[in-house]
């Protein structure tokens, strides 16, 4: 249920039906697992159970410097035969680094809107 809402919320944010502006970055899940906390130690627990399914589907995303990327290098290994070059591996982590890098800036963009209520 948990794993099936995560993609299908990733699959919306990508097709634009779920507006990017619902990321949010370690403020939101500060204040998300402070709310949890506040509740109560099972809320809690269910609360950082569901954040480390989360983190474990977005490191299988087949970004080059996430494990889905290294899945997928090892996918064209298997399709090609022989590995992808050292050049090529490293060239496509830094574009990996990037997008992470952009992600993590829109989200944490998003989080300081919400705090100064823009």
Do not use: C, K, Y
């Not at 948990?2 to 990508?14: A, E, M, Q, R, Y």
């Not at 992600?103 to 944490?108: E, H, Q, S, T, Y």
């Amino acid at each position: 249920f948990v794993t099936g809402f995560i993609l299908n919320f990733l699959g919306d944010l990508v097709t634009g039906q779920v507006s990017a502006r619902n990321l949010g970055s370690i403020v939101t899940i500060g204040e998300a697992s402070g709310q949890a906390a506040a509740e109560g130690l099972p809320v809690f627990l269910s609360f950082m159970a569901l954040f480390s399914i989360n983190l474990a589907i977005l490191n299988l995303l087949p970004i080059p410097i996430l494990d889905g990327g290294h899945l997928v290098f090892l996918g064209i290994e298997a399709i090609r035969g022989r590995p992808v070059s050292p050049e090529q591996r490293m060239r496509w982590s830094q574009v990996g680094f990037f997008i992470l890098l952009g992600i993590m800036a829109l989200a944490l963009g998003n989080d300081f809107l919400r705090l100064f209520g823009l």
